[in-house]
């Protein structure tokens, strides 16, 4: 098929891409930079979200667009969060309609959404999330990305075009951004981290399992008018998830016990409220949709895939300490 990937150049894009063209797809990656590295086979094309340029010629004659590309939450002062929901509401929201409605006039025939499971809300409580689950976002970034979905489904009632949507959970992976790079960093370091006493479920999907179902939903009927949850099936704490990236790395796990009540504390004089939620909280996914309506389970089980993004780690990290330690030798 013919796809359309935007958002190519970042780490969930750069998979998806060499995904798609192990299997045959002819890719089309537009992004705001082109790629220093760019996948052989892949067609790149630059352009900005708020200003398309020539997307719209490139767009003409393309079966499938993946939407990935988004302004991501970021931490910030509490001064700032309003420029950081504006932002979001501008990129996420507005252009992403802008995309559809050039898509669907192009001849598109579906159109994937990747939104987020904050979409739902950043705690489950005693029940996982399903497809059923009432939308309750809590942040800018949430909120935007939801009403794009609500802009979406409107439009897609009066036109050809299908819609998919997919709300995935926090996407691991060697070369994850955020939170999850921190973690590998402190881990690596052998940083203390006062996560012991946290007892929660968290769900999360391997970069190579979500690659895997938005393939599938370029190619499958079923996948036609849906959103989807996805994750790798499997709940883990958050000490857990510590312990097996230091196994990876071949380091100790170093949790220190600091009651939760001091850390909830801790996070709303900082304003880091949004770590502790992600850190502490639980945050469940029901996926058996997927796995119902498409057949799709995930193809790496989370124990290979995360011991491998801690032994991936390890080596990625000791290449750069020998390339540091020869320019320092040449100088």
């Known amino acids: 098929m013919k796809i359309v ?15 798609l063209l192990k299997d045959g797809h002819q890719v089309t990656a537009l992004t705001r930079r082109l790629s220093q590295s760019p996948s052989y086979g892949v067609t790149w094309v630059k352009g900005d979200m708020l200003s398309f340029g020539p997307w719209q010629t490139w767009l003409a ?27 979001c509401q501008s990129v996420n929201r507005d252009a992403t309609l802008a995309l559809a409605k050039l898509a669907s006039a192009s001849g598109v025939r579906r159109f994937i959404y990747v939104s987020t499971i904050g979409v739902n809300g950043t705690c489950s409580g005693q029940q996982p999330f ?8 809590q942040d800018g970034y ?18 050809a075009m299908e819609l998919v949507i997919v709300r995935p959970p926090l996407v691991y992976g060697t070369n994850a951004p955020g939170n ?14 006062p996560l012991a006493a946290v007892d929660n479920r968290r769900s999360l999907i391997a970069v190579e399992n979500l690659v895997d179902f938005l393939q599938l939903c370029s190619v499958h009927s079923a996948a036609a008018g849906e ?20 196994s990876g790395m071949k380091r100790p796990a170093c949790l220190v016990w600091v009651p939760l ?3 909830r504390v801790a996070s709303r004089l900082t304003g880091l409220e949004r770590v502790y939620s992600g850190l502490c909280g639980t945050l469940q996914i029901d996926a058996s949709k997927a796995e119902r309506l498409l057949g799709w389970r995930p193809a790496v089980s989370f124990e290979a895939a995360i011991r491998s993004v801690g032994e991936e780690y390890l080596k990625a990290s000791a290449v750069f300490e020998s390339t540091i330690s020869e320019n320092s030798v040449d100088k």
Do not use: W
């Open 261 to 263: 009540p001091l850390l």
């Open 180 to 193: 999850f790079s921190r973690l590998m960093r402190l881990i690596a370091r052998g940083i203390p981290l």
């Open 130 to 137: 399903t497809e059923m689950s009432p939308a309750l976002p």
């Open 5 to 19: 990937v935007t958002g190519a150049n970042g780490f969930v894009g750069t998979a998806l891409c060499t995904r």
């Open 142 to 159: 949430a909120v935007s990305k939801y009403q794009a979905e609500c802009g979406l489904s409107d439009f897609v009632e009066r036109c």
């Open 227 to 246: 959103c989807f949850l996805v994750s790798d099936g499997k709940d883990i704490s958050t000490p857990e998830l510590v312990r097996q990236l230091a």
């Open 61 to 87: 004659g393309q079966e499938i667009v993946i939407h990935l590309a988004a302004v991501a939450h970021q931490v910030r002062s509490r001064g700032d969060q309003s420029a950081m929901t504006n932002e």
